[in-house]
């Protein structure tokens, strides 16, 4: 999965098919929660990445892992 950026207003999120049919309900809702944070970051002007800010909101909004 990933989340792009090309316009802060309106990220996108994409999900490899395969992976969905394949992923219990747990990982998925941890994938969005992760790609959404990257999303929020977008639309919130943030760099990239997993740094503390990342992490930060990540597990403010239920996520685990990196």
Do not use: M
């Not at 943030?46 to 930060?56: A, P, T």
């Not at 597990?59 to 685990?64: A, C, D, M, R, S």
């Amino acid at each position: 999965a990933y989340t792009t950026c090309e316009s802060q207003k309106k990220p996108t999120i994409y999900l490899k098919k395969v992976f969905y049919e394949k992923a219990n309900r747990k990982q998925l809702v941890n994938i969005l929660k992760h790609e959404l944070t990257h999303a929020w970051q977008c639309h919130e002007g943030f760099l990239w990445g997993h740094d503390e800010r990342f992490r930060k909101k990540f597990k403010e909004v239920g996520g685990f892992g990196n």
